[in-house]
């Protein structure tokens, strides 16, 4: 189970929690009981890494679909002779 870091924004509390990445992350701070809480960057970076690697599958897998969808409206041979010239 990853490890999260955790600040309070409120009197800026430190901690470090464990959870399932599905789980929902914390937000009451055990020092001062506001809903403050705020996931550090720095052990939790995967899961940074995974929202913008996520744009980054989607964009391109629109663009495959597109290109795709190019090469099946065309016979492989014509295609070929494409990419030469
Ligand atoms: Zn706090």
Redesign the pocket.
């Known amino acids: 189970m990853p490890t999260y870091d955790y600040e309070?924004q409120?009197?800026?509390?430190q901690l470090e929690a464990f959870h399932a990445m599905s789980a929902d992350p914390l937000k009451d701070?055990p020092?001062?009981?506001?809903p403050?809480?705020k996931r550090q960057i720095g052990t939790g970076a995967g899961l940074l890494f995974k929202g913008s690697g996520f744009y980054q599958t989607d964009y391109r897998s629109d663009s495959y679909k597109k290109s795709a969808a190019a090469d099946a409206s065309k016979p492989a041979s014509s295609s070929k002779k494409e990419t030469k010239s």
């Open positions: 309070c409120e009197c800026h509390h701070c020092e001062c009981g506001k403050a809480l």
